[in-house]
């Protein structure tokens, strides 16, 4: 439900979680594309295509959102002056 209040609707899953989708309501399993994984390796095939990262396309209706470099959280630390 949180993946689709932030625009996700596409969710990789571990495949042992399969039997916890009968825990979210019919309505809103329509509307997410699960997609349910074994270990890193599926991940990988499925985030990666011809050795580059998979993007979604614009005009298809899932999409798979991936963080960029300007997008990563800034450390709160203040640097050490040595003196």
């Not at 309505?27 to 390796?41: C, P, Q, S």
């Not at 990666?48 to 396309?57: E, I, T």
Request: no cysteine.
């Amino acid at each position: 439900m949180a993946a689709l209040r932030a625009g996700i609707n596409t969710v990789l899953a571990p495949d042992r979680n399969r039997k916890d989708l009968e825990d979210i309501p019919p309505n809103l399993r329509k509307k997410i594309k699960f997609i349910f994984v074994k270990d890193a390796r599926d991940v990988l095939k499925i985030a990666l295509k011809d050795g580059k990262l998979a993007r979604a396309k614009k005009d298809k209706k899932t999409s798979v959102k991936t963080a960029r470099k300007k997008d990563k959280p800034k450390s709160t630390a203040k640097k050490s002056v040595r003196r």
